[in-house]
């Protein structure tokens, strides 16, 4: 570097300028993940997911005559909807989640038994691992509460085969 | 708007040039406001930081690129300070897709190069960092058909494949390879959005929305895929070509991004990995 001289000052000066003119507002500090025990953007996300899961399962369970498992899941989804604090949008139709039957299962599982006791069983083991992963994230406690609910159902309806 | 474009990088030129400040070693520095980081994929995971945040194992299959430590739980603080696979090592960012299936069989893209450009908007010199920590979703995981869609899939080395928004079949000895632009107007005030979308905005007519007043760099991220021939038992973890969709989280170091923003981007010149040029 050579030794300053006038024209690299202007530039400097005239660079500065710029930066002045064009200083965006410092970015708000990112919103906490959850409020203090409140409902914050992982029970959000959770109760939008558990939704659409539960609502893809009875379009599978109705295929089936286990009662059990489809009350099951209506209750679950009263209890979820209570839970929402803004109208619901399905942010997760044709994804491939754990746990959540998707449209081509549900459709093969209308012609074949075999796959239908094992897409029921599917649904079973991993929304049971989902909502595990739940429990151990949430704090929320009236969504907690849903949550053990929704692992009790589980739990029972695995061990019921 | 290329002429005034034109204009504005010329009368820098000649500024830079009436200064004796080095645009470009020798002859005409390549005008395309641009730098990059190529990151090969880092890991698979079942998660989602921004759409599921702290629910290890509740989302569809993301390939993650960038930071090693990207998972459910992460945060801003948790990614910086961590290391990644990028080329620049600078770029400890996180970068995820929905895994690409044939059939059952994941398959993993083998070229991964997320652009930084100056373009779609008509002053560069106004463009500002990333923020850091910045939250952008592209795409639409929830695409039911073209019309929702801003997907672009196309062949590598066989450009007469028209592109798509769905799968194309692309020749043998070609690759298939998806584009993605995320939006470049941030509102100037979140990080993130309850929808993961709304603080962010694409540009209107070469500018920010008032709106969305704040210009930074626009992400382009160009992944190819190891696949070609029948587009048969071709899906996303989120469905349809046309699901296609990118997460960028910024945890780039703030020098390293704002020396890249002023060196590359502002002036309209093309870098290196490193940020520099010529």
Redesign the interface.
């Known amino acids: 570097m050579r030794p300053q001289r006038q024209p690299r000052l202007t530039i400097l000066l005239l660079a500065g300028l710029l930066a002045a003119c064009q200083q965006a507002p410092a970015p708000a500090p990112p919103p906490p993940s959850t409020t203090q025990n409140g409902y914050g953007t992982t029970e959000r996300a959770f109760v939008e997911l558990a939704i659409a899961t539960d609502e893809q399962a009875l379009k599978l369970l109705e295929l089936t005559d286990r009662t059990e498992l489809k009350e099951n899941r209506a209750v679950e989804l009263t209890e979820l909807r209570k839970l929402l604090d803004a109208p619901y949008v399905n942010q997760h139709a044709g994804h491939d989640m754990p746990g959540m039957p998707t449209d081509a299962e549900i459709q093969l599982a209308a012609t074949s038994p075999d796959a239908r006791e094992q897409f029921v069983r599917t649904h079973l083991t991993e929304s049971l691992e989902v909502v595990r992963s739940a429990a151990a994230a949430i704090t929320h406690p009236p969504t907690a509460e849903v949550v053990r609910l929704m692992e009790r159902h589980r739990t029972a309806e695995l061990a019921a085969g | 708007m290329r002429k005034h474009l034109f204009h504005i990088a010329a009368v820098i030129g000649l ?1 830079a040039a ?4 080095p645009v470009a070693a020798q002859g005409e520095p390549v005008r395309v406001a641009e730098f990059l980081a190529e990151c090969p994929i880092s890991h698979r995971l ?1 998660d989602d930081p921004i ?11 993301h390939d993650f690129f960038g930071n090693h430590s990207t998972n ?1 739980r992460s ?2 603080q948790s990614l910086e300070g961590q290391t990644g696979n990028c080329n620049p090592a600078a770029d400890i960012s996180s970068y995820w897709v929905p895994t690409l299936y044939r059939n059952n069989t994941a398959i993993a893209p083998t070229g991964v190069t997320f652009y930084y450009l100056g373009e779609g908007v008509n002053n560069p ?2 463009i ?1 960092p990333t ?4 939250k952008i979703v592209a795409g639409n ?2 695409a ?1 058909g073209d019309a929702d869609s801003i997907a672009r899939w196309s062949c590598l080395h066989a450009g007469h494949v028209n592109p798509s928004k769905n799968f194309v079949t692309c020749p043998a000895g070609t690759m298939l390879e998806t584009y993605l632009d995320f939006p470049q107007c ?1 509102d ?5 959005s ?2 993961h979308k709304s603080h962010m905005s694409y540009p209107v007519a070469g500018g920010c929305p008032s709106s969305h007043p ?1 210009s930074v760099p626009k992400l382009r991220m160009v992944l190819r895929y190891p696949v070609n021939g029948s587009t048969a038992g071709l ?1 996303l ?4 070509g046309q ?1 296609m969709h990118g997460d960028f989280f910024n945890v780039w170091p703030r020098a390293e991004m704002e020396r890249r923003v002023r060196n590359c981007l502002n002036v309209v010149i093309k870098c290196d990995h490193n940020g520099n040029h010529g």
């Open positions: 500024i009436a200064f004796n400040v079942a759409v599921l945040p702290n629910l290890a194992g509740a989302s569809h299959f459910a945060t801003q010199a106004a500002q923020p850091y920590g910045l995981a929830k039911t941030w100037g005030r979140n990080l993130d309850a929808d704040v899906r973890a989120s469905g349809t699901t």
